[in-house]
C-alpha cells in the first residue's frame, strides 16, 4: 500500500524542499558562501586546546577540527565554545576547575570575538571575514556552592547552561545515571535565577527524569546543543522525538552532533550517518528548529574521512541538497536556525 500523504505532510514537505532542483553543484554550494553565516551550537574547543595545544592561542591555531581559518573558509563563522567541567572535579574542587578553564579560554580566545548582545549578531552577519563565538557552560556543578555566581555568567558572554555533564551531580541526574534522584533543591533555585537572568538552559546529557521535571518548572529558553536521537540509536545520551516536540513546542532549537558515539554502533561520524539522524527529525517536524551542534573537540581529532572538522558542515550541506532539500531549508538547518534562537535569547 502506498504512503497516505495528509496536508500535513504535504506542508512539511514544501518546507523541506522548496525549490530543490535535484543533485547539488559546486556552484549551487558557492551560491550563498559570499553571505554565507553557518553556525555550529556546541564544539569543545576549549578543552580541545587545553589537551592538545595549551600554548597555542586561537589565532594561531592551525590543526584540529575548528580552527578560525577553517571558519572562514567554511562559512561557519559563529560557533557555540563549550566551557566543559569534567565530573571528577564536582563537588569541592569544581569552583576552581570552572575558573581554571575560563581563564584558559579567555586568555587563549584574543582576537576572537565573543558574543554578549543581540545587535553584536548583525554585525557578525554583515561583515563575512569576522568569526565570533558564545559560551555554554556544560556541567554547573559548582554553582551549588554559590548559586548568585550565575549571575555574572551573562555579562562573561555565557548564554546558556546545561546542568549536568554524565553523572549526577549536586543540580541534577546526567544521563549516564542508574538511579535519577530529580533536580536537587539548588538545582530548581538555579533554574529561577537562569529565568530572572535570560540564561538559557541546555538539556544536553541530563538524565530524561529531570527533563520532564525541568519542563514543569522552568519558563525560559531551552534547547538541546548536542545530541543524536533515540529513534535512530538508542542510548540514554540521546533524546526521542518526544523530547524534540517539548522543545519546539517551546521555539528551542537541537543541534545534531558529528560525534560518532551518538550516531551508532558501528558509526564513523560520516555525513550520511549524521543526516540520518537529522533527517528523522525533519521528516517529523520540518526544518525550522534542528541545527548543528557538531561537538568536534570532545571526541578527539580525526584525521579520515570529511568529519575531521568544520569542513564537514561542507559535506553535510551537499547530501542535504542531494536528498531533495532546498536552499532555504539547508540555510536554516545549518545557520539560521540557531541565529534566530539567539536573537530571542540575547
Ligand atoms: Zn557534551
Redesign the pocket.
Known sequence: MGKIITSIDQDLLAEIEGSAKGKATDEDLDHHKAQRLWIDGHVDLPYFMKKYYPEVAIKDLQEGPVTLEKAVSTGVRLFVSAIYCQDEFNGQASQLHFEENLAFTLNHYKGLHIIRHRQELEELRNDTQSVATLFLL?NADFLADDLSRAEELRSEGFFAIGLT?RNTNRLADGDAADIAQGLSKEGKELLSIMMDHGLALDI??LHPKCFWQVLDSYEGPIFCS?TGLSEKYEIPRNITLAQCKELFDRQGVVGISFNPELLGPECKGEAEEIFAHLDTVVQRFGPRHVAIGS?LG?FGPRSDGPFCGLEGFEALARIMLDHGYGDSATEKILGLNWLAFFEKVL
Request: net charge negative; no cysteine; proline share 0%.
Open positions: 556544560e555533564h544536553s546529557h548536542h561537538d570532545g
